[in-house]
């Protein structure tokens, strides 16, 4: 695994990168969920054994604003000219792939695990209700391991964070999109309802949802459970539809 740092207009950007960049085969590039990215580290190495595959944290210094993220992360696409990428999100990071993806000729797949904020749950207490149910069935103690990166943020952060994805509405840079949605979430999610994920994907051009077992963060107790599925939406891509 490789580490880079990438200084744009809106701070900062850790890149950690494993895997072969292989001819014909789409990167994958990953935006981590609030304030946190190493619990995604071992779900990356799967994809590393078929093609290069990238977990991009957002800028902790800087505005606070999904759309400044999302600006964060086409900017690192434009520096670093990947060719075709599936880029992804979880939880909070499915708004700003989504945003980023918008318009992008590079971006093949856009990958939308766990997305929010599900309409049902768009108030602070109701998100935090939910995310306490979807804690406790979350395995192998991940809360517990994702505390000292959130203690790095802060509440302060923290807070801003989660005024600004409650009011971001993804199903507008969703339903933009020119090329299909792959979205995955977990059967005992409680953050995201079924019926709302499989409108995101057929929103979307060629849209597929995937329902997987486990809670919101399903691959960190089975870091395999999504490595196939994101490979097949890359083998069985539709052809782009043409601009306009």
């Not at 850790?14 to 995604?40: E, F, K, N």
């Not at 994907?201 to 809670?215: D, K, N």
């Amino acid at each position: 695994m490789t580490t880079t740092y990438h200084n744009g207009p809106f701070g900062r950007l850790r890149c950690r990168s494993i895997g072969t960049a292989r001819p014909g085969v789409p990167q994958v590039v990953v935006v981590p969920g609030l304030s946190v990215a190493d619990y995604l580290l071992t779900g990356l190495a799967g994809f590393g054994r078929w093609t290069r595959a990238h977990l991009l944290e957002l800028p902790r210094s800087g505005g606070v604003d999904v759309t400044r993220f999302a600006d964060a992360v086409a900017g690192w696409l434009d520096t670093y000219a990947l060719g075709p990428v599936v880029l992804g999100g979880h939880s909070s990071g499915t708004q700003v792939a989504a945003a980023a993806s918008a318009g992008r000729d590079d971006v093949v797949v856009a990958l939308l695990v766990g997305p929010i904020v599900d309409p049902a749950r768009r108030s602070a207490f109701r998100l935090g209700v939910g995310w306490l149910r979807d804690g406790r069935q979350e395995r192998g103690g991940l809360i517990r391991s994702q505390g000292p990166e959130w203690a790095r943020s802060g509440p302060v952060r923290i807070a801003r964070l989660i005024r600004s994805h409650l009011a971001f509405r993804i199903e507008e840079p969703v339903g933009a999109l020119r090329v299909p949605a792959l979205v995955l979430r977990g059967s005992e999610d409680r953050l995201s309802r079924a019926g709302w994920c499989r409108r995101l994907a057929a929103s979307t051009p060629g849209g597929r949802y995937v329902e997987l077992p486990g809670a919101h963060s399903f691959f960190w107790d089975d870091p395999e459970t999504w490595v196939e599925v994101v490979r097949d939406a890359c083998s069985s891509r539709s052809p782009r539809p043409a601009a306009g």
